[in-house]
């Protein structure tokens, strides 16, 4: 296997970043992050010596508080992976979209994100991340039906990755007891196994 050159794959992500955003800089806290990620992507098995829990066969569970750069980490991988290698590892949809469009679609909503998440040539299945688990309305209605939209998806997710290997990422600002609050404990247990938890440090870069 080719060894790749973090340090010099992460000046080419933070010079891509740059040419989209001026304001764009890595501190050391991002570059440790950063780092993490592009070995995920790059399906490194040095990434599953970081953590005993981590593997290349879960998806991202990305944690931290409001403003540290968690979405802009994951649009920024998503749109170099795009410019530089013409190649598409996942796709970013706002969970708020998700209430927004179930109220609209109803339970296409949900099949959609799950059972029918597959590429229509390839047949595989297709990796999304949820941006923003959280911000979303917890339940929404179609008519008489009143569901708490991102629970069933993320649990309609869960039943397709022991199934088929399904990778979903998620970026969050919860804590662990307000995830419990909005999706149950079982959804946070399920989170566990289908995703590799990662912490993003820092403070809200916003203010």
């Known amino acids: 296997m080719k060894t790749i050159d973090y340090e010099m794959l992460m000046n080419s992500v933070a010079e891509f970043g740059k040419e989209k955003n001026p304001n764009f800089r890595l501190s050391d806290d991002d570059k440790n992050i ?3 990620v592009l070995m995920y992507f790059n399906e490194d098995p040095r990434f599953e010596q970081i953590s005993p829990s981590y ?3 879960k998806g991202l569970l990305i944690r931290g508080n409001v403003g540290v750069g968690k979405t802009m980490m994951m649009k920024t991988v998503l749109d170099f992976s795009l410019a530089r290698y013409k190649y598409r590892p996942f796709k ?3 969970c708020h979209s998700l209430s927004t469009e179930f109220i609209k679609n109803g339970a296409e909503t949900i099949t959609k994100n799950t059972t029918n998440s597959f590429n229509y040539y390839s047949k595989k299945p297709v990796t999304i991340c949820y941006d923003d688990l959280g911000a979303e309305t917890p339940f ?3 008519y008489s039906n ?3 939209v991102m629970q069933m998806i993320l649990m309609g997710r869960y039943e397709q990755f022991i ?3 399904m990778k979903t990422f998620i970026t969050t600002n919860l804590l662990r007891e307000e995830m419990d609050e909005l999706y149950g404990y079982r959804i946070r247990s399920r989170l566990r196994e289908m995703c590799n938890d990662i ?3 820092g403070e809200d870069r916003r203010k």
Do not use: A, Q, R
């Open 34 to 36: 950063y780092s993490m």
């Open 146 to 148: 009143k569901l708490n």
């Open 92 to 94: 970013i949809i706002p």
């Open 55 to 57: 593997t290349l066969k």
């Open 199 to 201: 912490h993003y440090p």
């Open 140 to 142: 929404s209605s179609h």
């Open 163 to 165: 199934e088929v290997g």
